[in-house]
Structure formats: C-alpha cells, structure tokens
C-alpha cells in the first residue's frame, strides 16, 4: 500500500471515529467504543491521534445534549435535579456512562450550569474512558 492510501485510509478511519462518538454522546443509541477499537486494530501508529478525536466527538455530542437541556423550559424539580445541582459539573465526569451520562448532560444544562467547565469534565471523564479501552 503506497503512502498516500495509507493516510487517506487513516483519516477516513479518525472521520468515522469522530462521527461515531459525537453521534453516540447524544441521546441517540450507538457505541464509539468498537469503532476505536477498530480503528487502532488497523491503525495501531493513530494511538493518541484516535484518543484525542473520540474524546473530541464525544465531549460534542454531550455538549449538544447539553445545549438540548440548556433550551428546555423549567418546570418542576425532581429529585435526581437537585443531586445535579449539588455536585454541579464534577459529577459530569460519569457523562461516558449509558444513560445515566446523558441525564446528566440534559440536566447540567437545564440548570444552565458553567458550559466550559461541563465540557472540561465531560472531557475529562470521556478521556479516561477511551484511554482505558484503548490499553485493555
């Protein structure tokens, strides 16, 4: 395979990537975790290239759920709202987990918490999730 296949293959690898953990993070169903398997299975030499652009799409699909949660009306509170407002965006560090991440998405942005420090824990803790998988 001549260098430049290599390269194109390569980055249509990271495009997927990105497009699969955006798409993921919000409340659409889907699993980024396979593609970035997949992608350094092929690609073993993208390591942290492929690590920092799931991580990216990922934190932007979280941030779309966010902003989703951001434009809801208020309406009554619930319990799991005021867990959410008593930790505040530490607590966004478990937005990589099923459900349970995007419920906290939608809420951190109904309460119209701090979006850059919802997207610095979101991207923290989606981090540490993809660099685990990666290693296993």
């Not at 906290?104 to 119209?112: D, M, R, S």
Request: with cysteine; net charge positive; glycine share 10%.
């Amino acid at each position: 395979m001549d260098t430049l296949s290599l390269y194109f293959t390569s980055d249509l690898s990271l495009w997927g990537l990105f497009i699969s953990s955006l798409l993921s993070a919000t409340l659409l169903p889907g699993g980024s975790e396979l593609v970035l398997l997949g992608v350094l299975k092929l690609h073993p030499e993208l390591f942290w290239p492929a690590l920092a652009v799931g991580t990216l799409g990922n934190t932007l699909g979280g941030m779309v759920t966010f902003g989703m949660g951001y434009l809801l009306p208020h309406a009554r509170q619930l319990k799991h709202i005021e867990k959410m407002r008593r930790y505040g965006t530490p607590a966004l560090l478990l937005a990589w987990t099923p459900i349970l991440g995007d419920a906290l998405c939608l809420t951190a942005g109904w309460l119209k918490l701090n979006p850059w420090f919802a997207a610095l824990f979101m991207a923290s803790g989606k981090f540490v999730r993809y660099y685990l998988i990666a290693i296993i």
